[in-house]
């Protein structure tokens, strides 16, 4: 099964190991100075500084959120390749809908699922999404399975408890838990989707510092109001790093499993061009020499499609995006970003360079 790689290695998570309610009491502290006797001074006082009896008390009851969201993870198993997580994201009748990672089922040649009761039930595809990493599976079973509340990812603290919730190396720790903060908020992790060993797009992630193993990943991320905020999706792994896993934002997750669950599949714009980073131009420049307009930053269109709706607003080979919708354009993955942000048939403002002249051009998607 592939993972995903960044520039520090990241590697399929799942998360957590048991933890129960946490009562942190600090004992009072009692501190007297006696007095210091000095010789040859008279009539010296005693001096005796005495601290105020502290008692801090923090109590956080992790064990009762665990116990109303334990069943609706399960354990994610990919034949003949591994396993993973899931969290029953939908139930309909005796039909279940599990949402996972896309790399989690990869390539399978079976999924099966894993059910907190330890029952095995046959899972059907529905659809994936490399990009944003996630899978939607569907079961049937007799059980009574519950699905997660979701909750709202926008609205996550910096600092906010949070628990991960999966099958660490297998289903033999399904069922695990570990507890952390959100480390973080919109943190764009570097990906390889295609397998070349360079990043070649960005995914807008939650960080968190809850443990986040191999077999984690498709788990869940859960709030203190036992709701689903995020899908446990990967770690940065170095042995300089420690502590860094990312979820996907449940309000992203949302509207990809809404496509996977009509169409089996997730449909973005395109504007129909072929290009290339303008910073990977002037590294190669020596080999495949390129009049580039003078710019450090961009896109390079080397080809334009007939018909398509860059050809319809004027756009050319040779030009260079350097604005889409008023955002810098980097490099080629940070273009695909912004465009993928917007839906078909909508109208964006382009701005490019050609002959080191800038022109804005309107783009229907």
């Known amino acids: 099964m592939k993972k995903f790689i960044t520039t520090l290695g990241i590697v399929a998570i799942l998360v957590l190991n048991a933890f129960m309610g946490i009562r942190l009491t600090t004992l009072e502290d009692e501190l007297n100075t006696l007095k210091n006797e000095q010789p040859q001074v008279v009539e010296t006082q005693p001096t005796v500084t005495q601290t105020s009896n502290i008692r801090t008390v923090i109590e956080t009851d992790v064990s009762e959120i665990y116990s109303k969201v ?51 039930v046959e899972a059907e595809v529905l659809g994936s999404d490399s990009l944003a990493d996630i899978a939607l599976l569907e079961i049937e079973t007799e059980h009574q399975l519950v699905p997660m509340v979701l909750g709202d990812s926008s609205v996550l603290n910096v600092g906010e408890t949070v628990l991960a919730i999966g099958s660490p190396s297998g289903e033999n720790f399904s069922g ?18 295609d ?3 360079r990043p070649d797009w960005d995914m807008v992630l939650i960080q968190t510092d809850a443990a986040i193993n191999p077999g984690n990943s498709g788990g ?23 502590g860094m896993g990312f979820a996907n934002p449940i309000n992203e997750v949302v509207s990809i499993l809404e496509q996977l669950e009509q169409d089996g599949e997730v449909t973005r714009p395109f504007i ?34 007939s018909n398509s709706p860059a050809s319809r607003a004027g756009i050319e080979s040779g030009d260079v995006i350097v604005k889409f919708d008023a955002q810098e354009v980097d490099d080629f993955k940070t273009f695909r970003r912004y465009l993928y942000q917007f839906k078909i048939g909508d109208e964006v403002d382009v701005e490019i360079i050609r002959d080191n002249e800038t022109l804005t051009l309107t783009i229907k998607l």
């Open 272 to 305: 129909g061009i072929s290009g290339l980073s303008v910073e990977d131009l002037i590294a190669q420049s020596r080999y495949y020499p390129i009049d580039l307009p003078n710019v450090e930053k961009g896109v390079y269109i080397s080809d334009v499609m």
């Open 70 to 120: 334990q069943n609706s993870v399960v354990t994610v198993i990919n034949n003949p390749y591994g396993s993973g997580s899931g969290v029953i994201y939908k139930v309909d009748g005796n039909k279940s809908f599990v949402v996972t990672n896309h790399h989690v089922i990869e390539d399978n040649q079976s999924v099966d699922v894993l059910l907190s009761n330890g029952d095995r």
């Open 195 to 197: 397998g070349d060993r």
């Open 176 to 193: 695990s838990l570990s507890v952390g903060v959100i480390s973080g908020k919109d943190r764009i992790i570097e990906v390889d989707t």
């Open 220 to 242: 869940a991320l859960v709030n203190m109001a036992g709701q689903l905020v995020g899908i446990n999706t990967l770690k940065l792994l170095d042995i300089t790093v420690e």
